[in-house]
């Protein structure tokens, strides 16, 4: 850095200005949140918790985030278990048809989401699966997959592989050395790529919105609909609680990885 | 699923560890495979002749209008993430540990709050009472007419596209060995010589990775055209959720998301070959 000495200041500056841009929406929700009327001028005035309570005692909101909450729990579960088998899969058939299904694993993240969305739909519509439990996992779960699929074979692409023949070739089976070797290995990989499937689930809108039932809607859908009916802050307070809660997840990850760190 | 040739190899498929992958693939057809073939035969079957949806499409003059500037609005919300990236990331690659936590916290945040809430906040940053506008007025510039307008969308989705730029780049951009850059300029080399010859071309691959991904997410974006854009505004996926849910004619908008699938899928075809050399280039750096 200090061969470019002249536009230090100029690096510096921007970075400065893009560090704001990238932080300001995140920041600005907060504040919001605890506006007294019901109207998303900026800066708000006067201070109320009112739309926190409207959260939580408000069915249409409390009920939404019930749902989402469980959506993405079994999300995580079905994602990561499909997953982490669909990874260990493809690692170890090291030929041209591993890379092939890897790539069509993958490929969810990159299709244009309305188009799936229309398609999901249409298959519900014919299977009765809109407004559903099971319809929602299994779009999620869909959506889940390539993130599990790529933290897990990052995982996998270190692991050492003699770790598994010398555990076999000291006599344990195949399961008791996925268990005791395998599996405590590539965790971190699995705990992150679960991690992943809960927040791709508790965060989808797009196919949530054309599969979503007045009885059976989840959070972003009735932030989205809130959002296009009227000027309601509890969008900011739902905004807001979902910030703290990452934060506080994340900080606390932080603070036990670092721990872990130094101890090693 | 590619079809195996023969029964011996089929089964030699389905006992070895490719079975650990069927899960995944079944779920992959379900939810994928089928929907986007009902997607695609719905094109073809539900008009009166098979291409007519097709020739309806490239021939009403609005929907190439909302092509075109889909594909403009990718276009340039991509140059825009590469040009405010790329300081951003070399600026990650080069200070210290402390201070490069906290720029990563600043790509990561973003993603501490839903998707649509940050949408919301952009509305509330870019409406005409918004922050930025009053800002401008404060420091005396007149207002700018932000939300409901393709700037306000090409901000709000720069924004939001930009960690899938800076992280691809980062990665490519730690890995090159800085000592290059000191070899050029202890052989006399300008530092901006030194910059376009050196230090560029081996960032490259990070701006073609980061690039295409940002291209192709942005060219499906749905919500943030919706929430900040108006009728003058609108993209590709607008359009194909109006006909299909509005209008109810999955003829129409099923060719309109095969128009954008294959715009997608041919793009990331055009950009493999490139993506390939990311390997082959960032292998050699380390």
Redesign the interface.
């Given at each position: 850095?200090k061969?470019?000495n002249p536009?230090k200041l100029l690096?510096?500056l921007?970075?400065a200005l893009?560090?704001l841009?990238?932080?300001?929406?995140?920041i600005?929700?907060v504040p919001?949140s605890f506006a007294e009327k019901k109207s998303?001028?900026?800066p708000p005035s006067g201070f109320s918790l009112k739309w926190y309570e409207n959260f939580f005692t408000n069915p249409q909101w409390f009920n939404s985030f019930i749902t989402s909450l469980k959506v993405a729990l079994m999300v995580a579960v079905v994602a990561t278990v499909?997953?982490t088998?669909?990874a260990?899969?493809?690692?170890?058939?090291k030929s041209r048809?591993?890379g092939?299904?890897r790539m069509?694993?993958i490929?969810?993240m990159?299709?244009?989401?309305?188009?799936?969305a229309?398609?999901?739909?249409?298959?519900y519509l014919t299977t009765g699966l809109v407004g559903t439990w099971t319809g929602y996992v299994?779009?999620h779960?869909?959506l889940a997959?390539p993130f599990v699929?790529i933290a897990v074979g990052a995982n996998l692409a270190v692991f050492d592989q003699r770790l598994e023949t010398a555990a076999a070739s000291l006599g344990a089976n195949r399961l008791t050395t996925f268990f005791t070797v395998t599996l405590p290995l590539i965790l971190p990989g699995i705990l992150s790529g679960a991690l992943f499937a809960f927040?791709t689930s508790?965060?989808e809108?797009?196919v949530s919105l054309?599969i979503t039932s007045p009885q059976l809607k989840t959070?972003?859908v009735q932030?989205?609909s809130s959002?296009?009916r009227d000027a309601d802050p509890t969008?900011?307070a739902?905004?807001?609680l979902?910030?703290l809660t990452?934060?506080l997840i994340?900080g606390l990850g932080l603070i036990f990885g670092t721990r872990k760190g130094r101890k090693t | 699923?590619?079809e195996p040739e023969s029964s011996s190899s089929f089964s030699r498929?389905l006992s070895?560890?490719?079975?650990?992958?069927l899960?995944?693939?079944a779920?992959?057809i379900?939810?994928?495979a089928?929907?986007?073939?009902?997607?695609i035969s719905?094109s073809f079957t539900e008009g009166e002749t098979v291409l007519e949806n097709y020739i309806w499409f490239f021939n009403t003059p609005v929907n190439i209008t909302v092509l075109i500037r889909t594909f403009r609005i990718a276009a340039v919300v991509t140059l825009v993430c590469v040009i405010?990236a790329y300081?951003?990331a070399?600026?990650m690659s080069?200070?210290g540990p402390r201070l490069r936590l906290i720029?990563i916290m600043?790509?990561?945040?973003?993603?501490?709050?839903?998707?649509?809430?940050?949408?919301?906040?952009?509305?509330?940053?870019l409406?005409d009472?918004?922050?930025i506008n009053k800002t401008l007025l404060a420091l005396g510039f007149d207002k700018v007419k932000l939300i409901r307008t393709q700037l306000g969308v090409t901000i709000g989705m720069t924004?939001i596209l930009?960690?899938f730029m800076i992280m691809p780049l980062y990665a490519v951009m730690r890995g090159i060995d800085l000592r290059l850059?000191?070899a050029a300029?202890s052989l006399g080399a300008h530092?901006v010589k030194?910059f376009f010859q050196v230090y560029l071309p081996l960032s490259l691959p990070g701006v073609f990775a980061g690039a295409t991904?940002v291209f192709?997410?942005a060219?499906?974006f749905?919500?943030t055209p919706l929430?900040l854009g108006g009728q003058q505004s609108s993209m590709l996926?607008?359009l194909?959720?109006q006909q299909?849910?509005s209008l109810l004619n999955?003829g129409r908008?099923?060719a309109m998301?095969?128009v954008?699938?294959v715009a997608?899928?041919g793009f990331?075809a055009l950009a493999a070959p490139f993506m390939r050399q990311k390997y082959k280039m960032s292998g050699g750096a380390r």
């Open positions: 850095m061969h470019f536009g690096l510096g921007s970075v893009i560090a841009w990238l932080l300001a929406p995140t600005v929700v919001m998303l001028a900026f499909i997953g088998m669909a260990i899969g493809i690692e170890r058939m048809a591993g092939l299904i069509l694993l490929t969810p990159v299709v244009p989401g309305v188009v799936l229309v398609g999901v739909y249409a298959v299994l779009a779960t869909l997959i699929v927040v508790f965060d809108v797009i054309f959070l972003p932030i989205f959002m296009t969008v900011a739902v905004g807001s979902i910030f990452t934060t994340i | 699923m590619s498929f070895g560890p490719a079975l650990l992958t899960p995944a693939l779920i992959l379900l939810v994928m089928v929907p986007l073939g009902t997607v719905r405010v300081p951003y070399y600026a080069v200070v720029l600043c790509v990561l945040v973003p993603f501490w709050v839903s998707g649509v809430v940050r949408t919301l906040a952009w509305v509330i940053l409406q009472s918004g922050v924004q930009l960690p850059i000191q300029k530092p030194t991904i192709i997410l060219l499906g749905y919500i929430l996926s607008t194909v959720q299909v849910l999955w908008g099923g998301g095969v954008l699938l997608t899928f990331l």
